[in-house]
Each structure stands twice: as structure tokens, then as C-alpha cells.
């Protein structure tokens, strides 16, 4: 009984010394994002006093914004494990939004008025449809044949499709050289006909997200991995002697971000069209590109031009 209770006691220690290193790293990851916040400097936008009916009178009423976003992409939508904290410029996004519309941010307690939903390429259609989420910004390009089944506002970022190899593959150096290479694209993702299109020599092969992805070319599942240039250089910028983005001469299509809503939300997607412009005007949306893709060193781009469509 006695060795049994000291195995017990030593497991307990064992676990409380985990806990507490856990608990450590979080505090340290903190303490820099609290540094880097400081220095970038709090959001200035100002609280909407009008809420147009249907999407953004429901969210006012209900108070919380639910969002899909990616857990998965680091810069632009990641569940920080030590946090619990999702971060990234679509996040960044997200937070402004709620701001605009509640005149603050809260994520936790019971008054929290911002919801992350994990969202996938495959199921963000559902979610937006049956109301699981009430928007998705998620690196979710609005093509012109999407706007025919979903409202977008934005773009409130433009990217471009690469191919990341890696770190070592000097054989890989173009698009072209892809042609009987496993290339590695998420399912459901747009990138997939992109790169059919591009090289339809490639060999595509899909898998449930980029995490997966990276993770099957590192250990050499895949040859390549291709989507959004900003998803590729996440990884990167995780495992930067593991992986390489191949020069931006091989971007080969055009991805602008926006926030997705169900189709015939023209009011609600006029109110987000505000927000961003009101984001661009203020430079909040400087700070949270400052905040995400400037921390890895990205140079800051022009802000993309709003596209106000008539409504479908």
C-alpha cells in the first residue's frame, strides 16, 4: 500500500510539475504578445451607433459574435495551445468587428461577446448556412462564382497561391517542376483548381487541412504543399529548417480575403464594408497586420480596394 501510495504521490508531482511548466509557457507567451500589443498600440474603432436589421441586429441582440476561423494556420487563424488563444490577422479581424459592434472585445466568461468556431474548407459552407457561425473569416478567398451563393464583405486582404517545399529540395524550384510530384492541398479548398488548372500534370492528393499537409512533407509523404502564400509562410515562419516558400515569381492566382455571411445579407455586408474601411482610415488594420504577419517580418502591403458589389 505504501509503494502505491508514493507511485501515486510521485504521478500527482509529476503532473503539478507539468501543469506548472504549461502554465509557464503560457505566461511567457503572454507577456509577449502583451509586449507586442503594447508597442503596436490598442484599437481605436468606434462603436457602430446604427445595427441594420437581419445579421447585425440579431448578433447586437444576442450579444456575441459567433466566427468561423482556421485553428490551424499560424499568422492568420491558430489555437494557441498554451493560450487557448486564437491568433492571427483573420482573428485580428474578427476582434475588430465585435468592437464595432459592442464597443469592446471579451472572449471569456459569461459575458464574453466573441465566439471562435473552428472551421474547416469543407464544412465552412455548412456552418454559414445552418447558423452555426454567423460569419467565417477563415482565408476565405471570395471568388466571383462564390458571390452567387454567399455574401462577402471585403477583401480585406490580398494573397496569391505558392508551393512550399522542403527547406533542402533544390529540384523543386518552380511550378512547373511540380509535374509528376505529390503536391499536398486541403480538401475542399479552392487550391485544388487552381493548381489542376496551373499544372494539371501535378499529382494532387488532399488531406483534411495545411497542418496535415505540412506535416506529410516533412516526412516525405508529399513533395510539395500548395495553397495561399500567407498559410505557407505560417509554416515557415514555425519551421523555418524545415520548410521554404518558392520565390513570389511563382504566385499563380488571386486570393482576396473576406468575411463570408449567407447569401442576401446585403446590409450586414455593407456594415462589415464600413468597419474595414474604417480599419484602413484609423490604422487599426495596420496594427493588426503589425500584430500578425509584420512579427514574421512581412513587409506591409496596400490596403486591398473594397468591392461594394450590387446586390445578386
Not at 451607433?49 to 448578433?59: H, K, M, N, S, V
Not at 451563393?149 to 497561391?161: I, V
Not at 508551393?163 to 518552380?174: C, H, L, N, Q, R
Not at 474604417?278 to 468591392?307: C, H, Q, R, V
Request: hydrophobic letters at 35%; a negative charge.
Amino acid at each position: 500500500m505504501r509503494m502505491i501510495r508514493k507511485a501515486a504521490l510521485v504521478g500527482v508531482a509529476v503532473a503539478a510539475l507539468a501543469l506548472s511548466a504549461c502554465s509557464g509557457e503560457a505566461s511567457k507567451q503572454q507577456e509577449a504578445e502583451d509586449q507586442l500589443q503594447e508597442e503596436v498600440g490598442a484599437y481605436s474603432m468606434t462603436q457602430a451607433t446604427e445595427f441594420p436589421e437581419g445579421l447585425i441586429a440579431d448578433i447586437k441582440e444576442r450579444g456575441k459574435l459567433v466566427v468561423g476561423s482556421k485553428f490551424d494556420q499560424p499568422l492568420i487563424g491558430l489555437k494557441n495551445s498554451a493560450t487557448n488563444k486564437i491568433e492571427g490577422h483573420d482573428a485580428e479581424i474578427a476582434r475588430l468587428l465585435t468592437q464595432r459592434i459592442f464597443g469592446e472585445v471579451i472572449e471569456e466568461g459569461e459575458n464574453a461577446n466573441l465566439e471562435f468556431i473552428e472551421t474547416t474548407s469543407q464544412n465552412r459552407e455548412t456552418y454559414i448556412n445552418d447558423g452555426t457561425v454567423d460569419v467565417v473569416i477563415a482565408s476565405y478567398s471570395m471568388y466571383p462564382e462564390r458571390l452567387d451563393s454567399f455574401d462577402f464583405a471585403g477583401p480585406y486582404f490580398y494573397t496569391g497561391q505558392n508551393v512550399m517545399v522542403s527547406a533542402d529540395d533544390e529540384e523543386i524550384t518552380s511550378v512547373d517542376d511540380l509535374a509528376g510530384k505529390n503536391v499536398c492541398i486541403a480538401e475542399g479548398s479552392g487550391s485544388i483548381g487552381n493548381m489542376e488548372e496551373r499544372n494539371p500534370d501535378a499529382n494532387i492528393g488532399t488531406l483534411k487541412d495545411y497542418a496535415a499537409c505540412a506535416e506529410s512533407l516533412e516526412n516525405g509523404t508529399h513533395d510539395a504543399v500548395s495553397t495561399d502564400s500567407t498559410i505557407l509562410y505560417g509554416f515557415v515562419q514555425g519551421k523555418p529548417d524545415a520548410f521554404k516558400v518558392l520565390d513570389e515569381s511563382n504566385i499563380f492566382s488571386d486570393e482576396p480575403y473576406g468575411i463570408a455571411m449567407k447569401f442576401g445579407e446585403t446590409e450586414a455586408r455593407q456594415f462589415m464594408n464600413a468597419m474595414i474601411q474604417e480599419s484602413y482610415d484609423n490604422g487599426d488594420w495596420a496594427k493588426a497586420f503589425e500584430l500578425t504577419y509584420g512579427s514574421a517580418g512581412m513587409a506591409m502591403p496596400e490596403t486591398p480596394a473594397i468591392n461594394d458589389y450590387e446586390a445578386k
